[in-house]
């Protein structure tokens, strides 16, 4: 994570006026049945046909969503599409387009953003989207990348947070907490590092949770398996915050109560393991812990079959009447009242 | 422009996590043949039916693009909508949605972003556009702002920068250079305001470039004044960097060259006069100036006749062989090469 110290470095001036965008962005190239004319003019023009777009945008902010430390560019580049994408699966969209702009200041060589831009790319690639617009503009202090991802659905596929009704069944893709753990892992390794620089950490019995923090992965795989399994979610978000104010934002938006079962809450071993070396309570780090970037949603009861014995799926509570409050029922049994502790104190999310 | 210092301060924190866009959307209401869904859970649903969709993006950057000494927060949220509106218009589309993303350090009062949305909201609303999206986020430094707009147009009514031809003529609309001779009587004030905080400077005289920095106005009339004409343009850009960088994007994207006639340039008299003042030529700064946010585009010379003598259009020029070159003719009828000079050395525009 401190490598390429060493490389020749090229000064962003050296590009001129409208160099820069034009030479990061060379090999994006367009898929002809969704973007008529991608990145070069003033705007992209896009095509949806009968389709409904879906758009979603996030800000990334140097020392407050991501430490340069640790962090290597490539990854930054690759987690700034995922944090996207994931908003518009959670619409139970298919991705199309980006946009992508980014500040920096002149501490950056251009290789740095080469780096920047070949993990954008590479998301790109992997999740099917066509870069189709952006900015690269100069800061006066650290870097600043903003997203927007363009999806598309049909109308009556599109899931809102809004749709959850009582009885209705809760249910999580993946295991949560792990992107957390990872973070304090390399938290760990940065105050290290910090004292002895020729340190060399053994990283391996964290890997699971270092590539979830560093290299997550939104779950495109999720609406085309809704849609063989013939099931519409009744409502449905992603979890970027913490499982704790996703199920909130659910519950809220859909005038719902919830149980939430804290047996139910699948956990990686790694995960496991990890918090009892940090001695951290696993349920408070799924709960709170964000960025998994997994999805959250309900289904009718009646919808249980399409999902049961389902390794992507895990049911972990119920809905309940607005009266009845939001819960985590613990193993002991106790019922405990849910609340929002994401870890992004001013951040907000769509 | 130093006004309310004394006014009431809340502070960002107490709007707790998710309150705080929350806060400031909350007048943002929706447009439903367009808006399915706006702000308020993972992504906006957008609909477009048989229209191709127009999408553009635009950062602006603290110290960069803009300065707080004499920028007032609701001319920055109008001028932030303005920026990207008008890209939409330069591809002949109707704005229809805007994304906006803001980071700001503690330093702000909640006032400060409810004046900043405030001239969101009305360039939403004299715009007819809807605000579907957003982020609002910390930052350790300035503020930053991205917006992306989202507008419509049939497929056959786009223009694009690069279908100009030879004997095209090159037609601008409005006048140029007042925008930058604003910024200079601004940043003239500021100067004498941090010598003197207590002289009372007269803007009278200067009104018109003041407005045309703080307060610039996207051409939306535009594109239904060329469907009422039946006029299609062959290439069509915003004037954002100046006249000279615009006409040589328009030039190297249809493979032409140019003869641009100094003495056809439309130049408001406050422009003249002021350019006197400051002792600057008045034809570099309409060449290089920017942020006019005028339309530069060619037509075919058949239909000259459409726009005889409409007071929205001046041509300025025609395009040529490539080989032939861009060229400024003078009033001296010396032909002099065409440079770009934008003066955000470092920016990129799209």
Known sequence: MFENSN????????????????????????TPENT???????AAVLDFKDEKVVVTTDFLVEGVHFDLAYMPLKH??????????????????????????????????????????????LAAKLYKVDVVGGDTTSSNSGMVISVTALGAAKEEEVVYRSGAKENDLLVVTGDLGAAYMGLQVLEREKQVFKVNPNSQPDL?????????????EARQDIPPLFKALDLQPTSMIDISDGLSSETIHLCKNSGTGVNLFEEKIPLDPAVISVCEEFQLDSTTIALSGGEDYELLFTIDQKDYDKIKGNPNFTVIGHMTQQSEGMHLVTRANQKIELIARGWNAMDNKD
Chains 1, 2 share one sequence.
Do not use: C, W
Not at 36 to 42: A, E, L, N, P, Y
């Open 76 to 121: 930054l580049g690759y987690k700034a599409v995922m944090v996207n994408l994931s908003d518009l699966y959670a619409m139970n969209a298919k991705a199309r387009q980006i946009t992508i702009s980014i500040a920096v200041s002149n501490r950056f060589p251009v290789e740095a953003l080469e780096e920047l831009y070949s993990g954008i790319e």
């Open 7 to 30: 490389e020749s470095r090229t000064s962003l001036s050296e590009y001129g006026e409208f160099g820069l965008i034009d030479h990061l962005t060379r090999n994006f190239g367009v």
């Open 36 to 42: 008529i004319k991608g990145i070069g003019d003033d």
């Open 204 to 216: 391996d019995p964290y890997t699971y949770l270092i590539e979830r923090q560093l290299k997550p």
